[in-house]
């Protein structure tokens, strides 16, 4: 699975206790459990546009990528929840009810539900609420420039507030430690150098193609496009224009996204300027990783780059079992154990990836 960095983005997700890195064909899951040891989750995929190519065309690749980022970020984020063990407890009644009456398993009810909510909670928050803000403002008699501008300010000061009201909670607070661990590892890929936790330590824990960045894009495209929207055919029906704005959100993410692209590979000063912003946003999503969790993220980058080491030891459920990130790097071959269990060898067997 060795790849040549240089021809592709390697992009990533904070998750519980760990990081997520993404190549163009697999998914790596590092989480770092209680007793001190890191499990790493490979998975290979075959990307949406080589089985559809139509779906990597220019703005079309941003919804598909809007969508499939919602999907596989809320399954890493199940998975590391599962290599922790923090799923091992009793599912509920309901759960088991639920689970019982739609034939699926518990995990997958959970997962579904979690999912449903997130957009549930994403549309009411950034859609029906400024929806709403400019529909008063409008039959208030507010210019369409005013309504359309404080309604778009209200998205982003609802985002603002949202990130620093969940700062508050422990645990995300971790993964936002996390989170710059994995852009200050993937800034340490992309300029060279070698994968340490100190080199790593050097970088911005801010990276121009964050999601944070882009949800900054997305709104302000939105702004500027509902604008010209308004300026052309105003709607003062609070469910039309609610239903108009869930419309459009396909066209401004595919737009969006291939902003964020412009932007993140361009070295202009108009791009450095533009892309400020959304640069400090991440300040709100980010915190200073310590050495453990930048051991986390540059061990996720080498597995899914270049797949497990020769001899990685492995849980029964396939994951990788690692004391030091220097044991993920390319060439290193763990010693040989006579007496390891024989359902290792086993599993060991069937889950190695093929180089």
Known sequence: M???????????????????????????????????????????????????????????????????????????????????????????????????????????????????????????????IPAGVETLLKNAGMSVVGYTLLGGLVKIMILIGYMIAVSFVPDVRRTFQYHGAEHKSVHCHESDLALTPENAQRFSRLHPRCGTAFLLIVFSVSILLFLVLNLVLPISNYLVRFLFHLAMLPIVAGVSYEILMGLAHSDSRISCILRWPGLQMQRLTTREPDASMLECAITSINVVLNGFPEGCPKTPEGWGIFHRYTESEPGFVFPAKADAPSEEKDSDGEEKTPA
């Open 2 to 128: 060795s790849q040549d960095k240089e021809k592709f983005d390697v992009g990533g997700q904070a998750v519980m206790e760990g990081v997520m890195m993404r190549s163009p064909n697999a998914t790596a899951v590092t989480v770092r459990r209680p007793d001190g040891t890191m499990v790493t989750k490979l998975t290979p995929f075959v990307p949406l546009k080589e089985k559809h190519p139509w779906m990597g065309k220019p703005f079309i690749r941003g919804v598909v990528n809007m969508a499939t980022m919602l999907y596989y970020g809320m399954n890493t984020l199940e998975d590391s929840t599962k290599m922790l063990g923090m799923l091992d407890e009793e599912p509920t009644r309901f759960e088991l009810w639920l689970s019982k009456k739609l034939g699926k398993g518990v995990d997958k009810i959970v997962m579904a539900v979690a999912i449903v909510l997130a957009v549930a909670l994403s549309v009411g928050l950034f859609i029906a």
